[in-house]
T-cell receptor
Framework: AQSVAQPEDQVNVAEGNPLTVKCTYS??????LFWYVQYPNRGLQFLLK??????LVKGSYGFEAEFNKSQTSFHLKKPSALVSDSALYFC?????????????FGSGTRLLVRP | GAVVSQHPSWVICKSGTSVKIECRSL??????MFWYRQFPKQSLMLMAT?????????EQGVEKDKFLINHASLTLSTLTVTSAHPEDSSFYIC??????????FGPGTRLLVL
């Protein structure tokens, strides 16, 4: 069965420090992997995705994510956190052969960046 | 690019009434549309998938007669919550499948049924 795990409900970091939001997945075949961010009372905003190629994917707002096939992980990272990065982050996956295009979402991780 | 709008952004209605939510992809065409609902502090729950000009496919446990989905054009889809009840109060989000097979999301509609 396909699944996504975000093991941390909340991540706290100080502004200026690097941040990591963890994600592991399980999917049949090769995955497409996505990160989305949600601000309060808003829909999800696309940050980045992995399809194929370089394991390090760069996205919006200075975020990047590293695909690790052996560990089935796709952790979201940013070298220097901003207070404005505080939001809810979702990791999502679908199989490359899945013609339904349905995404499987993780439970979300709340990022809190303190000044 | 890949801008999605939803209307209304919030709605309060009486129990037993119907509410229609519109979702538009403003700068791209979407053959496929996903509708989600989200409860407070929870992840997104997929309700249904629709393809333009076809009937929607509903996820298990979602009542198709209560949540009517119309995907009449490549830029417009609607979700109608019929005979709404307080338990239907939630945050509803549409997600058209956009460029490069990526799902983009509307800003959401908060529904409160009294």
């Amino acid at each position: 069965a396909q699944s996504v795990a975000q093991p941390e409900d909340q991540v706290n970091v100080a502004e200026g420090n690097p941040l990591t939001v963890k994600c592991t997945y399980s999917v049949s075949g090769n995955p497409y992997l996505f990160w989305y961010v949600q601000y309060p009372n808003r829909g999800l905003q696309f940050l980045l995705k992995y399809i194929t190629g370089d394991n390090l994917v760069k996205g919006s707002y200075g975020f990047e994510a590293e695909f690790n096939k052996s560990q089935t992980s796709f952790h979201l990272k940013k070298p220097s956190a901003l207070v404005s990065d505080s939001a809810l982050y979702f990791c999502a996956v679908r199989g490359q052969m899945d013609s339904s295009y349905k995404l499987i979402f993780g439970s979300g991780t709340r990022l809190l960046v303190r000044p | 690019g890949a801008v999605v709008s939803q209307h209304p952004s919030w709605v309060i209605c009486k129990s037993g009434t119907s509410v229609k939510i519109e979702c538009r992809s403003l700068d791209f065409q979407a053959t496929t549309m996903f509708w989600y609902r989200q409860f407070p502090k929870q992840s997104l729950m997929l309700m249904a998938t629709s393809n333009e000009g076809s009937k929607a496919t509903y996820e298990q446990g979602v009542e198709k007669d209560k949540f009517l989905i119309n995907h009449a054009s490549l830029t417009l889809s609607t979700l109608t919550v019929t005979s709404a009840h307080p338990e239907d109060s939630s945050f509803y989000i549409c997600s058209p499948l956009g460029p490069r097979e990526t799902q983009y999301f509307g800003p959401g509609t908060r529904l409160l049924v009294l």
